[in-house]
């Protein structure tokens, strides 16, 4: 790709959470995000990510990161060369996928043929998120929720999480159930809670132990799948969930990237995971690329735009739960 007048531009957005988004770390009241745009001519590509406490990364480190690399975005940067240069994680997620966005652009081409898949997109389901709360409180949003969104995700925390999820299955009795721990819980925990949890119809628990100590998990019994979230990042990081996991949290924050994310989905497949496509709260824009990382997958996660009180123009589109494909317009 020439690199004639090729320049990045590096911006910060904040866009307010409908309500509070609480985990297990903690709470907020808005999604801070960094946006890398790579304009070239008459052409640019936009990508955006959020910057995570918990992998080391601020809003100031990232954009710092982004913007050392307009220099080599000057001299024609490409994707393979991205992944040499700049390690996993958000910032490199963000000028990424912008590549991605101009070369589908410059090329009069859809990402997803770039990518190289058979098919165009397909409409995904994706689940909807519910904040760690009381019982009452988790059992009221669910009950909200469970018309127009099929799937649930429930962010939990420790001691009381069964009361919270009987409460959310009471609400929600067809409604299907995943529980995300966020490294809260511990061995004893979870040899407790899991029986209970499969009684309930929860399919799979989400990054249970903290990722350092999740090696106790070699070789249990568990009758609720497990599935790797914050213990899975890069490619690198697959051959030492083999044992651990059933289920691979995918996310392009983590990865670095769709170029990542494409080669994580086709390695962890090949090993016998099953797939989650997951994200942090942010904007469509974010959302957009994973769509093409979600197609096939088991778990659908994509839900950030749907926790936010407002998102960017042009939007993806929800039908409830139904995520349908990005247009060029937005990415892509």
Same mark, same amino acid.
């Given at each position: 790709?020439?690199?004639?007048?090729?320049?990045?531009?590096?911006?910060?957005?904040?866009?307010?959470?409908?309500?509070?988004?609480?985990?297990?770390?903690?709470?907020?009241?808005?999604?801070?995000?960094?946006?890398?745009?790579?304009?070239?001519?008459?052409?640019?590509?936009?990508?955006?990510?959020?910057?995570?406490?918990?992998?080391?990364?601020?809003?100031?480190?990232?954009?710092?990161?982004?913007?050392?690399?307009?220099?080599?975005?000057?001299?024609?940067?490409?994707?393979?060369?991205?992944?040499?240069?700049?390690?996993?994680?958000?910032?490199?997620?963000?000028?990424?996928?912008?590549?991605?966005?101009?070369?589908?652009?410059?090329?009069?081409?859809?990402?997803?043929?770039?990518?190289?898949? %058979?098919?165009?997109?397909?409409?995904?389901?994706?689940? &909807?998120?519910?904040? @760690?709360?009381?019982?009452? #409180? =988790? !059992?009221? $949003?669910?009950?909200?929720?469970?018309?127009?969104?099929?799937?649930?995700?429930?962010?939990?925390?420790?001691?009381?999480?069964?009361?919270?999820?009987?409460?959310?299955?009471?609400?929600?009795?067809?409604?299907?159930?995943?529980?995300?721990?966020?490294?809260?819980?511990?061995?004893?925990?979870?040899?407790?809670?899991?029986?209970?949890?499969?009684?309930?119809?929860?399919?799979?628990?989400?990054?249970?132990?903290?990722?350092?100590?999740?090696?106790?998990?070699?070789?249990?019994?568990?009758?609720?799948?497990?599935?790797?979230?914050?213990?899975?990042?890069?490619?690198?990081?697959?051959?030492?969930?083999?044992?651990?996991?059933?289920?691979?949290?995918?996310?392009?924050?983590?990865?670095?990237?769709?170029?990542?994310?494409?080669?994580?989905?086709? %390695?962890?497949?090949?090993?016998?995971?099953?797939?989650? &496509?997951?994200?942090? @709260?942010?904007?469509?824009? #974010? =959302? !957009?690329? $994973?769509?093409?990382?979600?197609?096939?997958?088991?778990?659908?996660?994509?839900?950030?735009?749907?926790?936010?009180?407002?998102?960017?123009?042009?939007?993806?589109?929800?039908?409830?739960?139904?995520?349908?494909?990005?247009?060029?317009?937005?990415?892509?």
């Amino acid at each position: 790709m020439s690199s004639t007048s090729r320049r990045l531009y590096v911006r910060r957005d904040s866009f307010p959470i409908a309500g509070t988004f609480r985990i297990s770390r903690g709470a907020k009241t808005e999604a801070q995000v960094v946006v890398a745009e790579v304009v070239q001519e008459c052409k640019r590509g936009r990508g955006e990510c959020v910057p995570y406490a918990r992998y080391g990364e601020s809003m100031d480190g990232v954009v710092k990161a982004l913007e050392a690399m307009a220099g080599e975005v000057a001299e024609g940067l490409n994707r393979e060369r991205l992944r040499e240069v700049m390690p996993p994680g958000a910032a490199r997620n963000a000028l990424d996928c912008a590549l991605w966005d101009l070369e589908a652009k410059q090329a009069g081409k859809p990402a997803w043929r770039l990518a190289g898949l %058979a098919d165009a997109p397909k409409k995904l389901v994706t689940c &909807v998120t519910l904040s @760690v709360d009381e019982p009452a #409180a =988790m !059992a009221a $949003a669910a009950r909200q929720r469970a018309a127009d969104h099929p799937i649930l995700k429930m962010k939990l925390t420790g001691e009381g999480d069964l009361d919270r999820v009987r409460a959310v299955r009471e609400a929600a009795p067809a409604a299907r159930l995943v529980v995300d721990a966020n490294e809260a819980w511990t061995l004893e925990q979870l040899h407790r809670f899991a029986p209970v949890l499969a009684e309930l119809g929860v399919e799979m628990i989400e990054q249970p132990l903290p990722a350092g100590e999740d090696e106790a998990l070699r070789g249990i019994d568990c009758p609720v799948a497990l599935g790797a979230d914050e213990s899975c990042h890069d490619l690198g990081s697959l051959d030492r969930l083999k044992g651990l996991y059933q289920v691979v949290n995918i996310k392009l924050d983590k990865a670095g990237g769709l170029t990542e994310a494409l080669l994580m989905k086709k %390695a962890a497949e090949e090993a016998g995971f099953d797939i989650m &496509v997951g994200c942090m @709260v942010a904007t469509s824009l #974010a =959302m !957009a690329p $994973a769509v093409l990382v979600g197609q096939g997958a088991r778990y659908v996660d994509l839900d950030g735009p749907l926790l936010l009180a407002e998102d960017r123009t042009p939007a993806l589109h929800y039908d409830g739960a139904v995520l349908c494909p990005p247009a060029a317009e937005l990415w892509g």
